[in-house]
Nanobody, 125 residues
Framework: QVQLEESGGGSVQAGGSLRLSCAAS????????MGWFRQTPGKEREGVAV????????YLNDSVKGRFTISQDKAKNTVYLQMNSLKPEDTAIYYC??????????????????WGKGTLVTISS
């Protein structure tokens, strides 16, 4: 089993920045991809960014390219999401996730096996 704990959510004005962190514990050898997903009421959960934990490859949702960056500290089993130039439409609960396989479909929530409880990000206009 893998436990994921997010931190760093909060409220900022449009144009601001936030940095989310996700620390993994447990059987950290059981996954090869970690990432961030988000969800708003009435909408399906969507992939934001994922990273291959064995290297540096990433996939980002087109809506966040150029604004968000995903990175990792392998020694700490921690993944980060740096969010810049935030927009009101970025408001959501952000979930950390981990999965077994890193591939082109890793931004699809159903490919993930483990989930954190989520952290709320609110962007005001």
């Amino acid at each position: 089993q893998v436990q994921l704990e997010e931190s760093g959510g909060g409220s900022v004005q449009a144009g601001g920045s936030l940095r989310l962190s996700c620390a993994a514990s447990g059987n950290t050898r059981s996954y090869n991809v970690m990432g961030w997903f988000r969800q708003t009421p009435g909408k399906e959960r969507e992939g934001v960014a994922v990273i291959f934990t064995g290297g540096t490859m990433t996939y980002l949702n087109d809506s966040v390219k150029g604004r968000f960056t995903i990175s990792q500290d392998k020694a700490k089993n921690t993944v980060y999401l740096q969010m810049n130039s935030l927009k009101p439409e970025d408001t959501a609960i952000y979930y950390c996730a981990a999965g077994a396989r890193f591939y082109v479909d890793s931004l699809r929530p159903e490919t993930m096996s483990y989930w954190g409880k989520g952290t709320l990000v609110t962007i005001s206009s």
